[in-house]
């Protein structure tokens, strides 16, 4: 068994709020996070129930905890629940900081609970003299301010849907996304800042308007108040605010439609998915207090757009009394410790980041060592899989004493299926455990759970709160079913490969529709990039398999430090260290140098939609991708097509 990296004291253990929840429940137990696991997931109603009387969420409980059905995600969760989800995320009532925001321009703006709160009322009474009603759909194509969060919390406050998306998605990827949920709303500001440079949001607002027949109303808010810049045909978002509060928190279901997500959509057109109020509330309660230890006036921050459902995650951070923290911009602009300098001013207690982030420091041979990074007890990394170094490196250069959490799950729940906890230790490229309440297992394809240190499929065996309540304009279903159900039968298939390891933990070892199959072999390809990406002249890979002589062979795509030419002495090494650390199989037929790698706008290489090109499929959502342009390089390369 390898040694751990980290090992949580017992004081961390005996202190830690998922110690103190045990007691509230009454649950013996020596400090095996399985232990408890297995008691959530045997005892659904029981954990549920007192998870929601520990959290003290606002609302009427309801007498039935699981109303148990036949079909899967019809089960429901709390369904004689009421509550009104912005009114747990306001209870607190201070004047100390709620929200920070922090622009890569170096301009910072504040504001307290209760201006919060004050703001939050006046805009949703706004929305109700604007006639919306619950239900109504408000979409925001808006950079990561503090604007942005009033926006969505009046909106959830008044049981109106919220969708947003960043504001690096071209003008064809909003509409992609928003014209399907058909908006009444549209809220945008006017410009936003990225490496340095100044991104006019107004240009492509026009155009996106044009091709939304559905939105009746544009409000605007201004990215830098000294600063300004004016839409026409727009109401500026200060002006909304000139109105009575409007103190009313209806309360609603408890899986009342929240917000809309969208997958990728790199493989068609993206799927909105729609989540419910009491559902992601418990979740992220959850998962901040009994996971990552977070309590009432400790300081969250997540670099993240609002594009990505770490957003809608952080906003959910408010509801432990917690304070969170924006930054919009570059993560390594001005300087690439920016992001960590931030965390040192403010002493933020929990920092979470995409692993390609910490992959990048890495690379760069980044250390901490004259920055104070005493405050932060949880670096919590997601996006993609850590590798094994990357892990390392953490603890080595970025700070020795620190939960480091690598946590998956995505979208479709915004949440985690696996994550950290403070009674496990942490292993080099491995996540903790499984998260509380969910019954995650590992499947073989043919619907059996694997033994330790073994790969398949990330399935849920028991319905749980978080899973969507539906994809919207999906009247049969029938999407719903697909994206999760025809794999197993009445079995959630997540669509991620993963090995379960002897520790109780889990490594994520790629997509499964991204799996490589040479031979009959499947190997996941973050099997290849733990190899690839450290080592010293390569900043980056992308694997596919290319359909080749009936059967399959794995290609490799670097891009190099400094733009490094790629010799043959150089393939020779990526091959032998990938046959030594892997295997035979693993090793790439062929290793190309390119010049970028593509990625979607949350930062995740597109191996399918490379994969699409080598094999001459058409693609069919390039506004999903951050850099389509780089999909050019792959068509007809001559070393495919021998």
């Keep these: 068994m390898n040694k751990p990296l980290w090992q949580p004291s017992e004081k961390l253990k ?49 007498s039935e905890i699981i109303k148990k059905d036949n079909v899967f995600n019809k089960t429901k969760f709390f369904p004689d629940s009421k509550l ?17 925001f922090l622009s890569e321009k170096g301009f910072e703006e504040n504001i307290t609970w209760n201006e919060l709160y004050e703001k939050v009322c006046k805009f949703s009474s706004y929305l109700k003299k604007l006639n919306l009603q619950k239900g109504d759909r408000v979409a925001a194509y808006v950079p990561n301010k503090i604007e942005t969060i009033i926006c969505f919390l009046a909106c959830a406050k008044n049981g109106i849907i919220w969708s947003s998306c960043s504001p690096d998605f071209g003008a064809q990827g909003v509409v992609d996304r928003f014209k399907q949920i058909e908006p009444k709303v549209f809220i945008t500001c006017d410009y936003y800042y990225y490496n340095g440079k100044k991104i006019n949001i107004l240009d492509k607002v026009e155009k996106i308007l044009k091709q939304i027949p559905s939105i009746k109303k544009v409000i605007a808010f201004n990215y830098n108040k000294q600063e300004r810049e004016s839409l026409k045909n727009s109401i500026n978002f200060e ?69 990505w459902m770490m957003w809608n995650w952080l906003v959910g951070g408010l509801a432990t009394g917690s304070s969170i923290f924006l930054f919009d911009g570059s993560p390594v602009y001005p300087k690439i410790d920016v992001l960590l300098e931030y965390c040192q001013n403010k002493k933020i207690n929990l920092f979470g980041v995409s692993a390609k982030y910490i992959d990048h420091l890495k690379n760069e041979k980044y250390d901490s060592k004259n920055l104070d990074l005493s405050s932060i007890k949880i670096i919590t990394s997601t996006g993609s ?34 994550l950290g906890n403070l009674y496990s230790n942490v292993y080099m490229g ?163 140098k390119v010049p970028e790698i593509p990625r979607t ?24 991708i951050a850099n389509p342009e780089a999909l050019k390089f792959y068509e007809n390369l001559p070393q495919l097509n021998s």
């Design 601 to 624: 706008k949350s930062g995740k290489i597109v191996e399918l939609a490379v994969r699409q090109v080598i094999n001459g499929e058409k693609i069919n959502n390039k506004e999903a």
């Design 239 to 307: 002006e909304t605010l000139k109105i009575n509060l409007d103190e009313v928190f209806e309360r609603f279901e408890f899986n009342h439609p929240i917000y809309i997500l969208f997958s990728s959509g790199t493989t068609g057109k993206p799927k909105c998915i729609t989540h419910g109020s009491g559902n992601v509330l418990i979740e992220h309660n959850k998962e901040f207090m009994l996971h990552c230890d977070i309590r009432e006036n400790e300081k969250l921050f997540y670099y993240t757009t609002t594009g």
């Design 430 to 592: 491995e996540i903790q455990g499984q998260s509380l309440g969910i019954d995650v297992d590992v499947f073989t394809d043919k619907g059996k759970s694997v033994k330790d240190g073994e790969k398949g499929e990330l399935v849920v065996k028991k319905p749980f709160p978080s899973m969507p309540i539906k994809f919207w304009d999906d009247g049969d279903g029938q999407k719903y079913h697909k994206a999760y159900f025809t794999q197993f039968k009445n079995i959630w298939h997540h669509g991620d490969f993963i090995e379960r390891t002897k520790n109780n933990g889990f490594i994520m070892r790629g997509r499964s529709d991204a799996t490589l199959n040479p031979g009959g072999v499947r190997i996941g390809t973050a099997e290849i990039y733990q190899q690839v990406e450290d080592i010293d002249f390569i900043t980056e890979g992308l694997v596919i398999g290319q359909d080749y002589n009936d059967d399959v062979r794995v290609i490799l795509f670097v891009t190099t430090k400094n733009n490094e030419e790629l010799n043959d002495e150089k393939i020779k090494s990526i091959k032998s260290r990938i046959r030594k650390n892997c295997s035979p199989k693993h090793v790439p037929s062929i290793i190309i």
């Design 14 to 62: 005996e202190n830690s709020l998922l110690r103190d929840f045990c007691k509230f429940i009454n649950f013996q137990s020596s400090f095996n996070f399985k232990e408890i696991w297995q008691w959530s997931i045997d005892n659904p109603n029981e954990f549920w129930s007192k998870f929601w009387d520990y959290s003290k969420i606002i609302g009427d409980k309801g």
């Design 385 to 418: 899989p850590l590798a094994e170094e990357s892990f390392k490196y953490v603890y080595e250069k970025i700070k020795k004493d620190v939960h480091l959490a690598s946590i998956a799950g995505g979208t479709d729940l915004v949440g985690c299926l696996v």
């Design 84 to 100: 009104n989800y912005t009114e747990n995320i306001l209870k607190k009532k201070s004047d100390k900081l709620a929200i920070n």
